[in-house]
């Protein structure tokens, strides 16, 4: 398994920390909290198609609502195997700091 790319990992917290409110506009407004830059949606859609291709994210289509004309909202789950690719990356980045001090950049 490759590990993720930072854009990735934050994508699949934001899913993880939004359970079953993991839809495009939640997931957008999670990680333009976090990271403070803007997400435009075309940016965040092709990321998140790739995350369930790579099987890290699975969608499922939900009933539509009338608030929404209708339209259905797609929610996103973390995978099994999602779940272990964000495990590996918080050990990877816990080893990489390991040693550093907090205030070694100043």
């Keep these: 398994m490759k590990p ?3 854009f990735e990992e934050i994508l699949l917290l934001a899913i993880w920390r939004l359970k079953d ?3 495009g506009v939640k997931i957008r407004q999670e990680v333009m909290r976090v990271t403070g830059e803007n997400l435009t949606y075309g940016t965040l859609y ?3 198609d790739q ?3 790579k099987l890290y994210a699975t969608k499922t289509i939900g009933e539509p609502t009338a608030e929404r004309g209708g339209r259905r909202k797609i929610y996103y789950t973390l995978s099994p195997d999602g779940s272990k690719a964000l495990r ?3 050990e990877l980045t ?3 700091w390991n040693d550093v001090p907090d205030m070694a950049f100043e």
Aim: charged share 30%; net charge positive; proline share 0%.
């Design 4 to 6: 993720l790319t930072k």
């Design 46 to 48: 092709s990321a998140l």
């Design 88 to 90: 590996r990356a918080q």
């Design 94 to 96: 816990k080893t990489l």
């Design 51 to 53: 995350l369930t291709r």
């Design 21 to 23: 409110d993991a839809y």
